[in-house]
């Protein structure tokens, strides 16, 4: 199994903005973590940053034929991006929408994604172990 992490505007920071709400490891600290993890479930990830909407919309579009799923955090994306929700429903590839923190305990904007109705779940507020229990979900 072939799975995507895609992460999106201003994660490529983690580690050194919020810490109390995304922690102080790096982005590539928890991929390393990520792909040890899948490397266990005899998953092979690839990752991908980016902090321009068309490049993640790129991404999405080119897993078709190549990946078996698709893990994304697309951070502030995920409130208005319209772009990316018709990149993900134009793919038959089903996509898991993560967030490291609770969006729904934080302000009022963060409550809304416009991505959730065309993936095929969402996981949200466990941390880094958002993204593992995504690559779980591909495995049900």
């Known amino acids: 199994m072939n799975i ?21 490891q790096t ?34 579009q080119s897993a078709e034929g190549k990946y078996d799923g698709i893990v994304l955090n697309a951070g502030a994306f995920t409130h208005y991006s319209y772009a990316i929700r018709d990149a993900i429903a134009s793919v038959s590839v089903p996509v898991v929408e993560v967030h490291m923190s609770n969006v729904h305990a934080r302000e009022e904007f963060r409550r809304n994604s416009v ?26």
């Open 27 to 60: 982005l590539r600290e928890i991929n390393d973590e990520i792909a040890s993890f899948a490397d266990k479930l005899g998953i092979t990830v690839k990752f991908f940053q980016s902090n321009l909407e068309g490049e993640i919309c790129t991404a999405i």
């Open 115 to 140: 991505l959730t109705p065309v993936c095929k779940g969402e996981v949200l507020g466990f941390g880094k172990n958002s993204y593992i229990l995504a690559l779980e979900s591909f495995l049900l």
């Open 4 to 24: 995507l992490v895609v992460n999106g505007v201003n994660l490529n920071m983690t580690g050194r903005r919020e810490k109390g709400v995304y922690g102080t």
